[in-house]
């Protein structure tokens, strides 16, 4: 139940494979109020990552993180590839044990929020995936805050990433392209909020078979 760099290579896995999954589901959630390409960049993205991963040696958490934000920032188009680069890479400089406590997970979510809002200047309420990261931020702290292991911190972030994410349907967006609909943007799930919402949910899968 530990969190050590085989978690993080097993969470990158489950995050291909997951998202390859729903991909058709991201691209029909991102057509309805987007460009309708985020199922496909991802789904691109977190292939080249694994990819990527099969011929370059992470010895650490960091380095894989690193690896995945590289990697993203290079192959992901629109929006997505900046945002979740910068949010691996800030989540990576937060990631200097040999395995992650509870504070260090809520570091982590903290750290790449901070990347996420810098690069997209959104903040909660606005219909994106800010919506699924602050929930998951609030939601470690106070995990952490009760002392739970880092394990169970995790479980508790996915639950409310999930959360997040499903909130942004009576939402009506007012950032990026989704805002140009106004109204009608209600109604409709935000994709990019729905992603991070599965890798959180692979975050937790990849420690249950620790």
């Known amino acids: 139940m530990t969190l050590d760099t085989q978690w993080a290579?097993?969470?990158i896995e489950n995050c291909r494979k997951v998202i390859h999954e729903n991909r058709d589901y991201l691209i029909?959630?991102?057509?309805?109020?987007?460009?309708?390409?985020?199922?496909?960049?991802?789904d691109r993205g977190f292939t080249a990552v694994v990819e990527a991963l099969g011929t370059t040696e992470t010895t650490d958490i960091a380095s894989a993180l690193k690896l995945v934000a590289k990697t993203l920032l290079s192959t992901v188009g629109g929006a997505a590839g900046?945002?979740?680069?910068?949010?691996?890479?800030?989540?990576?400089g937060k990631c200097t044990k040999p395995?992650?406590?509870?504070?260090?997970?809520?570091?982590?979510?903290?750290?790449?929020?901070?990347?996420?809002?810098?690069?997209?200047?959104?903040?909660?309420?606005?219909?994106?995936?800010?919506?699924?990261?602050?929930a998951a931020l609030e939601a470690a702290k106070s995990a952490a805050d009760s002392g739970k292991p880092a394990a169970e911190v995790l479980v508790a972030v996915a639950e409310a990433a999930r959360s997040g994410a499903e909130a942004t349907l009576e939402m009506?967006?007012?950032?990026?392209?989704?805002?140009?609909?106004?109204?009608?943007?209600?109604?409709?799930?935000?994709?990019?909020?729905v992603s991070s919402a599965i890798i959180f949910e692979q975050a937790v899968a990849a420690v249950k078979v620790s």
Do not use: C, F
């Open 9 to 11: 290579l097993r969470w």
């Open 28 to 42: 029909d959630l991102d057509r309805a109020i987007g460009d309708g390409d985020h199922g496909e960049n991802m």
């Open 82 to 92: 900046p945002l979740y680069g910068t949010a691996y890479l800030r989540a990576a």
């Open 99 to 134: 395995e992650l406590e509870a504070t260090d997970v809520v570091e982590l979510i903290e750290a790449a929020l901070g990347g996420i809002q810098a690069r997209g200047k959104a903040t909660t309420g606005e219909k994106t995936m800010v919506d699924a990261w602050a």
């Open 172 to 193: 009506k967006a007012t950032k990026g392209r989704a805002s140009y609909l106004g109204e009608r943007s209600i109604g409709h799930l935000d994709p990019g909020a």
